[in-house]
């Protein structure tokens, strides 16, 4: 972890949300075991939740927290052909997504559906942890039900984390793309947040792009930031990482010094950048010039570690 925020403060400590230990093993020399995973499944302990089109249900409880919606296996809807099994607690409690669909019905008026952006924020760290590999799944199989080498429908094995192809053989593996997301600072320390061309007028971020093939993350860094807004990068500091299934990326996070300060930004992507004191932040987002980035994305933690404690919010 970073240490650049000052004493006392806690943004420095908070987990990057949906990254953050998640209390589960995966267990992953259980996904073969089809003996075993059978018994797991009708185990009276073993919990299970839908996972449809990147949602799940989420429910409130009486003290205040937002859980994930859960059942035993035998409620569960049995008609399912894609079973994740996600893994085991530090009990012994056994969890699978059944991806559908469609979400079931809810008897529970207060439950409802939820996608990671929302859930993610609400969540504990442990079913953040079951919907992200949950969701990550879903979208990679979505993505991938013909054999990239034959071109053969595929079927599902190893619990959802392998596709095989009855035609050719091949063994096909969820796919995690590396991307890159930096807080770039100039010599007087003052952050370059950039804003894209699809974006809301007002929204600022730090810049991010996706790992080249043959390219080395430091490269990806300092090339990104370059095409974006023109500024060249010298040293590049590793932070932090988080999954960001949308659809299947793994965001890696940075801290990166600019060595030359002029801004082009490309057009294409990025409409516009520019470099902010923590004063000038400050100001913009208190009079509601600049939304800064917020939410579940590693962007606000970024931004929050650079500002030194959690980011104003609009005055009015
Ligand atoms: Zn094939």
């Known amino acids: 972890m970073s240490t650049t925020t000052s004493g006392g403060d806690t ?30 499944w009708s185990h009276p302990t073993t919990r299970v939740f839908v996972v449809s089109a990147g949602q799940v249900l989420i429910d409130d409880t009486p ?14 809807p049995l008609t399912e052909t894609h079973r994740y099994f996600l893994g085991t607690d530090e009990d012994g409690v056994s969890y699978f997504a059944l991806q559908k669909d469609s979400l079931p019905g809810r008897m529970d008026q207060s439950a ?32 991938h039900r013909f054999c990239s080498r034959c071109g053969e429908r595929t079927v599902i094995a190893a619990a959802g984390h392998i ?28 952050a370059l947040l950039g804003r894209q061309v699809h974006w809301p007028e007002g929204r600022f971020s730090t810049l991010a792009g ?16 370059f095409e974006e807004a023109g500024v060249t990068v010298g040293d590049v500091e590793y932070i932090a990482s988080q999954p960001w299934p949308f659809p299947s990326s793994l965001m890696l996070g940075f801290m990166a010094r600019a060595t030359s300060y002029e801004i082009t ?31 579940i994305s590693i962007a606000a933690r970024l931004t929050e570690l650079w500002y030194g404690k959690p980011l104003p919010k609009p005055l009015n």
């Open 265 to 295: 930004v490309d057009g294409d992507e990025i409409q516009e950048a520019r470099w902010f004191s923590r004063d000038d932040l400050r100001v913009a987002i208190e009079s509601g010039e600049v939304l800064p980035p917020s939410g």
């Open 11 to 40: 943004a420095a400590d908070r987990p990057i949300v949906l990254a953050s230990h998640s209390g589960i093993d995966r267990a992953a020399h259980h996904r073969l075991d089809e003996a075993w995973l059978a018994a797991a």
């Open 63 to 76: 003290d205040g927290r937002t859980e994930l919606v859960t059942t035993p296996s035998f409620e569960a």
């Open 112 to 143: 409802r559906p939820a996608g990671l952006r929302e859930a993610g924020l609400l969540l504990s760290p442990r079913d953040a942890g079951l919907m992200v590999h949950a969701v990550a799944l879903e979208n990679w199989q979505r993505l």
């Open 210 to 225: 996706f790992v080249e093939p043959g390219e080395s993350i430091e490269q990806s860094v300092a090339r990104e930031v």
């Open 163 to 190: 596709r095989r192809c009855p035609a050719c053989g091949a063994e096909h593996y969820p796919r995690t793309d590396p991307a890159v997301i930096m807080l770039v600072t100039d010599e007087q320390d003052r």
